[in-house]
Nanobody, 122 residues
Framework: QVQLVESGGGLVQAGGSLRLSCVAS????????MGWYRQAPGSQRELVAV???????NYADSVKGRFTISRDNAENTVYLQMNSLKPDDTAVYYC????????????????WGQGTLVTVSS
């Protein structure tokens, strides 16, 4: 079983910055792609950014140039540095990972964190 624990959410004024962290723990063969999604009230969950184990990244157009995703493979941790925050960035941010389990046939599986609230005031 793999667990993801997020931290770093909170209240910030528009133009400010926050850094989210997400640590994967448990028993697994490998942690593969890791990413961040967000869900605002009344909206569907949407992709924010994703990073492969090798470091390739992809961002939603709405956060390009403002957010940076990074990871530490040795610590099984993914980060999201959020700068120039806007009220529209207010949402619950969820960490997601795809992992390879120890047991065969070792088909890749997804796992989600519990979410961390980011509130940006105007």
């Amino acid at each position: 079983q793999v667990q993801l624990v997020e931290s770093g959410g909170g209240l910030v004024q528009a133009g400010g910055s926050l850094r989210l962290s997400c640590v994967a723990s448990g028993r697994f063969f490998s942690i593969n792609d890791m990413g961040w999604y967000r869900q605002a009230p009344g909206s569907q969950r949407e992709l924010v950014a994703v990073i492969t184990r090798g470091g390739s990244t992809n961002y939603a157009d709405s956060v390009k140039g403002r957010f940076t995703i990074s990871r530490d493979n040795a610590e099984n941790t993914v980060y999201l540095q959020m700068n120039s925050l806007k009220p529209d960035d207010t949402a619950v941010y969820y960490c997601n990972a795809r992992y390879t389990p120890l047991s065969f046939p070792r088909r890749e599986l997804p796992v989600w964190g519990q979410g961390t609230l980011v509130t940006v005031s105007s």
